[in-house]
């Protein structure tokens, strides 16, 4: 099916009054729903309406449809009053620059999505298309010092919840072209953003067909934390050992993706799925990397002793104790 076909499935209508009905009944209930009707053109004769959600836009003192205008007006078409349909609708369809990025959406399905993820989407009589700006502004976690992996040495910073953000920060450590993201949206109801990274030439090309194979059945369903995706990752739901490992260090990440591991990333999601994990890496600590390479080695050795005395020494107590008596 062509580009083309693919638009005509949900075509959004060049009648004003259909689109706000289709609008009413998707949003039904929804009281942080906000539709603003607008005028325009000479004696205000042609109409339009914009809607968004109150509870995700950012700037709403901000009048993206006048500010706009205003700058096709000094652009294209002369005075305010005398902007017609007809030139507001090509100026957009042949990508004129204006003060503010608004894609034009050919879809209703689009334009509902893009309300959903708090964009502005503005639809205009007489044109069976819409804008979208983007607008979203919930308040979030800012960039901090880890708290589950605090280091005296290295980086003191840590993953957010906004994944933008997070393979920023991974990108600014690891920048080759061969540093693969691939990022999809999960069909269901929340409609989560999941993003999974690997370093070309490092990964094991057999390992990346095997986790894609798997991850492909992700696809589907509702997604909330990383935690969800490493339930369908494992070999084995019966393991007592995590097959996956878990940070909110960049640099951890990155060090992981150079070693050929595969990481995951989730919106919403302040940690780094790392895949998979053997039971030697569950004993590191993120300060290993700073330290020199014989000292490093030596505090993992006493790790691994530490681990089989506290394994195999309580039963030996337990006997001693018994003994004593």
């Known amino acids: 099916m062509n580009k083309q076909a693919e638009s005509r499935q949900d075509p959004i209508s060049a009648v004003l009054a259909d689109n706000l009905q289709r609008i009413e009944e998707i949003f039904t209930d929804c009281s942080d729903l906000t539709v603003l009707h607008w005028n325009y053109g000479p004696d205000l004769a042609f109409s339009a309406f914009s809607v968004y959600y109150d509870t995700l836009v950012q700037k709403k003192e901000c009048n993206y449809f006048k500010e706009t205008l205003q700058d096709l007006v000094s652009k294209q078409v002369g005075q305010g009053t005398?902007?017609?349909?007809?030139?507001?609708?090509?100026?957009?369809?042949?990508?004129?620059?204006?003060?503010?990025?608004?894609?034009?959406?050919?879809?209703?399905?689009?334009?509902?999505?893009?309300?959903?993820d708090g964009h502005i989407v503005i639809f205009f009589d007489m044109w069976d298309k819409a804008l979208s700006y983007k607008a979203i502004g919930i308040e979030k976690r800012q960039v901090s010092e880890p708290t589950t992996e605090p280091v005296v040495q290295g980086p003191k910073e840590s993953t957010i919840e906004e994944l933008s953000k997070n393979i920023g920060m991974l990108r600014l450590r690891l920048k080759s072209t061969n540093f693969k993201i691939v990022t999809f949206s999960i069909k269901g109801e929340t409609r989560t953003d999941v993003a999974y990274g690997y370093l070309e030439g490092a990964v094991n090309p057999n390992v990346l067909e095997e986790f894609e194979k798997r991850i492909g059945q992700v696809k589907s369903g509702e997604i909330l934390e990383t935690s969800f995706i490493e339930e369908l990752l494992e070999d084995s739901n019966f393991n007592p050992f995590p097959q996956c490992r878990y940070t909110e260090r960049p640099d951890v990440a990155v060090a992981e993706l150079l070693n050929g591991k595969i990481i995951v990333m989730v919106d919403g999601t302040g940690t780094i799925l790392i895949c998979p994990a053997t039971f030697t890496e569950l004993l590191q600590s993120s300060e290993d990397y700073y330290q020199r390479t014989l000292i490093a080695s030596l505090i993992r050795l006493m790790r691994f002793i530490a681990f089989f005395i506290a394994l195999l020494a309580a039963q030996h107590l337990h006997r001693l104790k018994h003994l004593s008596y």
Do not use: M, N, Y
């Open 82 to 116: 005398s902007v017609l349909p007809e030139a507001l609708f090509s100026f957009f369809e042949r990508d004129g620059a204006s003060a503010h990025s608004a894609p034009v959406l050919k879809r209703f399905d689009q334009a509902v999505k893009d309300v959903t």
